[in-house]
Nanobody, 116 residues
Framework: QVQLVESGGGLVQTGGSLRLSCTAS????????VAWYRQAPGKQRGLVAK???????YYTDSVKGRFTITRDNAKNTVYLQMNSLKPEDTAMYYCYATHPQGGTYWGQGTQVTVSS
């Protein structure tokens, strides 16, 4: 089992940057598949970025070229670097981890607000 804690959210102006962190405790984080999701008010939670099998990455179209997902297994942490932020990026951002043998876990979320 793993516990996920997100941090790094906040209020930023259009064009600004934030780096979100998802830190895990309680298990060997390196074996988990990890993704970032977001949910804006009144909308469904949607995938933002993830690691594919083999280590490549996936990004939803709206963030390609602006967001980067990375991980530091030594620190049990996955990051989401967000550049050139837009008001439509405003949402609660969640870290999501799945164990290869089963088990899915969500963090509590971190709020990102981009002002115009």
């Amino acid at each position: 089992q793993v516990q996920l804690v997100e941090s790094g959210g906040g209020l930023v102006q259009t064009g600004g940057s934030l780096r979100l962190s998802c830190t895990a405790s309680g298990s060997t984080f390196s074996i988990y598949n990890v993704a970032w999701y977001r949910q804006a008010p009144g909308k469904q939670r949607g995938l933002v970025a993830k690691f594919r099998t083999g280590g490549s990455t996936y990004y939803t179209d709206s963030v390609k070229g602006r967001f980067t997902i990375t991980r530091d297994n030594a620190k049990n942490t996955v990051y989401l670097q967000m550049n050139s932020l837009k008001p439509e990026d405003t949402a609660m951002y969640y870290c999501y981890a799945t164990h290869p043998q089963g088990g899915t876990y969500w963090g509590q979320g971190t709020q990102v607000t981009v002002s115009s």
